[in-house]
């Protein structure tokens, strides 16, 4: 089994900027095969995905968050961050953590509260 642990969400104003962490324990033999990514969930409306970290190195983003979110892995920490500049709003959210082993088996964190006020 593996945990996911998400820190660092809290209130900012419009313009300011958080930094999220996610911290893998347990049953992970090789983290740097693990696909980790940032999703969110805003009230009423579905999870999406915020940014992507492949074992490959290469990282992809949602279009929304292109060019003021940036998402960095520590393999030997076990740990993913997501930076996050120029806030808006519309950022407001449930961010999560989330992990995929080499064999698409999924993990979830249980998410940090980022508000971001006007």
């Known amino acids: 089994q593996v945990e996911l642990v998400e820190s660092g969400g809290g209130l900012v104003q419009a313009g300011g900027s958080l930094r999220l962490s996610c911290a893998a324990s347990?049953?992970?033999?090789?983290?740097?095969?693990?696909?980790m990514a940032w999703y969110r969930q805003a009230p009423g409306t579905q999870r999406e995905l915020v940014a992507v970290?492949?074992?490959?190195?290469?990282?992809n983003y949602a279009d929304s968050v292109k060019g003021r979110f940036t998402i960095s892995r520590d393999n030997a920490k076990r740990t993913v961050s997501l930076q996050m500049n120029s806030l808006k709003p519309e950022d407001t959210a449930v961010y999560y953590c989330?992990?995929?082993?080499?064999?698409?088996?999924?993990?979830w964190g249980k998410g940090t509260l980022v508000t971001v006020s006007s």
């Open positions: 347990g049953s992970i033999f090789s983290f740097i095969n693990y696909v």
């Open positions: 970290s492949t074992s490959g190195g290469s990282t």
């Open positions: 989330a992990a995929t082993r080499p064999d698409n088996i999924n993990y």
